[in-house]
């Protein structure tokens, strides 16, 4: 039998980690479990002959607010990483031009304006109620002056009671890649707190790497007197029908606390390392009915440097028509055109996402997979940029089994839960508990996804810990 702890967080996602660095400021004796050799997750890097690659989280949001998610924390732990901040934020590349999207709230609005002068006041009216209610949102208040609960809608819904110019709704919804469903789905919910999180308050990269923010988190929790345990899975959680008290670990070892945070995936929370015959029946029942978010197939190149490389970097679609089947964009992401420290003198790292074109269950032979799909996007490379091919020296990939793998995510969904209006609000109301003093952060719960949304689900699950501990 181990030691006690005053709480035990599963997993070392963003989510976890936030949620033990303000726990453990707060005088909380906290044990981190990861399975995994390094913190992180999603947020991480890997290096390959002097390159560094962060497959996963790489633009952050809501830095620059100091009252929520991760502005909130650095401002607090007074976390050791420097960011850059992307201004423009993205490229946009359609068949006959390119958009620069501004990274700031003004900016934006003056670009709106100037693209589409018959809509200005419509604009206007637009980005006060997306600024009004993103505030809201973030806080948990759904019911707020600008939209009284009533959140059922999609984007496109939404954009289309507000404008009558199609393109500029296009351009409203272009970068929907970063919620995971294009505007005729996706919650208008889900992509105000995104796109709230990096047009109104920043989008930044994490110098040298995502990797390094989560190691200074890890840093900052052991400077505190918490620990983390890296190469440490959890096989189970011991509880029973009403309350947790503590988890048994690969090497049967077990570890006690009155308190567990989960921020692993849910499926894998609930199936395998808890017994659901002990659950709440009815809760289970909704939980099955739940979608995973979109999942990802990853290129990573390295590269030497040629004249003309940056018009390569940017999000691209084939038509202006987001919601045709088939116009998923294709987003090649070139961070070492704003962080010169990811790459040997000379060269530079190109990365190429794209939504994963099949089942995930149909797949039976995951490396053949992974091998036709380098082949076919590197001929579609070639094809639309030639130069290209030849300076490319070292090729990676990474297909949604590399990624579950690694996180143990279902499918491994890149954003937790599908955005749609009917499942968003899953999971909202605290009530919903499966056993007392048990709690989920992270990308599975309501607070949203991304290291933005993963922060605030921390944020929110630390304030009820806070709260609960000086009045019981
Ligand atoms: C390709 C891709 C690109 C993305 N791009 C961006 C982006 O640009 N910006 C952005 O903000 N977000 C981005 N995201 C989303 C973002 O990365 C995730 O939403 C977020 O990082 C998830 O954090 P999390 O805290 O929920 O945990 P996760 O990152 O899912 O981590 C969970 C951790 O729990 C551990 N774990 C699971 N089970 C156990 C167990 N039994 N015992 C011990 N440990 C366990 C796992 O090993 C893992 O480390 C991207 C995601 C992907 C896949």
């Not at 670009?111 to 209610?133: C, H, T, V």
């Not at 190469?231 to 006690?256: A, F, Y």
């Not at 004249?307 to 294709?330: F, V």
């Amino acid at each position: 039998m181990g030691k006690k702890y005053d709480v035990i967080i599963i997993g070392s996602g963003i989510g976890g980690l936030v949620t033990a660095g303000m726990l453990s400021k707060a005088g909380f004796n906290v044990l981190v479990l990861e399975k995994h050799s390094y913190p992180g997750g999603y947020c991480t890097s890997f290096k390959r002959k002097g390159f560094i690659f962060s497959p996963g989280a790489h633009l952050m949001g809501a830095i620059g607010n100091k009252n929520v998610s991760l502005g909130r924390l650095f401002t607090r732990l007074k976390v050791d990483v420097d960011f850059i901040r992307l201004n423009p934020m993205d490229h946009i590349h359609f068949p006959d031009r390119t958009y620069f999207i501004p990274g700031d709230l003004e900016s934006y609005q003056d670009f709106l304006i100037r693209e589409f002068p018959a809509e200005k006041e419509n604009i206007k009216q637009y980005l006060k109620i997306f600024r009004g209610s993103y505030r809201y949102f973030l806080r948990g208040q759904l019911s707020n002056p600008y939209f009284n609960g009533e959140l059922k809608g999609t984007f496109q819904e939404l954009l289309d009671s507000f404008f009558n110019d199609n393109k500029l709704k296009t351009i409203l919804s272009c970068q929907w890649g970063y919620v995971g469903l294009p505007p005729a789905k996706v919650s208008f919910f889900s992509m105000f707190l995104t796109m709230g999180s990096y047009i109104i308050d920043g989008a930044w990269l994490v110098k040298g790497g995502a990797q390094k923010l989560s190691d200074a988190l890890v840093a900052r929790i052991r400077e505190n007197g918490s620990e983390v345990k890296l190469r440490c899975q959890v096989k189970k959680i011991v509880h029973d029908d009403k309350k947790v008290n503590g988890v048994i670990l690969e090497n049967n070892t077990t570890v006690l606390s009155d308190i567990i945070i989960s921020n692993a995936d849910l499926n894998h929370t609930y199936y395998d390392l808890m017994d659901s015959t002990k659950l709440n029946h009815t809760y289970l029942e909704r939980f099955k009915k739940m979608r995973p978010s979109l999942n990802f197939f990853l290129l990573f190149l390295g590269v030497k440097d040629f004249p003309g490389i940056e018009k390569i970097h940017g999000w691209h679609y084939k038509s202006y028509n987001l919601n045709l089947p088939g116009n998923s964009p294709l987003y090649i992401y070139i961070p070492t055109l704003f962080d010169k420290s990811l790459a040997p003198g000379g060269k530079q790292i190109v990365q190429v996402m794209t939504e994963f074109p099949y089942q995930f269950s149909e797949i039976k032979d995951w490396e053949k997979c992974k091998r036709e799909l380098t082949e076919k996007i590197l001929v579609k490379l070639g094809k639309k940029y030639p130069e290209l091919i030849p300076h490319i020296e070292i090729i990676e990939s990474a297909t949604p089994m590399t990624n579950k793998k690694y996180t143990f995510n279902t499918k491994g969904a890149g954003y937790g839960w599908e955005k749609t209006p009917d499942q968003i609000f899953f999971d909202f109301d605290p009530e919903d508990n499966v056993l007392e003093n048990f709690y989920k952060v992270g990308h599975w719960t309501p607070w949203g996804y991304g290291t933005a949304g993963v922060a605030n689900s921390g944020n929110y699950i630390v304030s009820t810990i806070i709260y609960k501990s000086k009045t019981t």
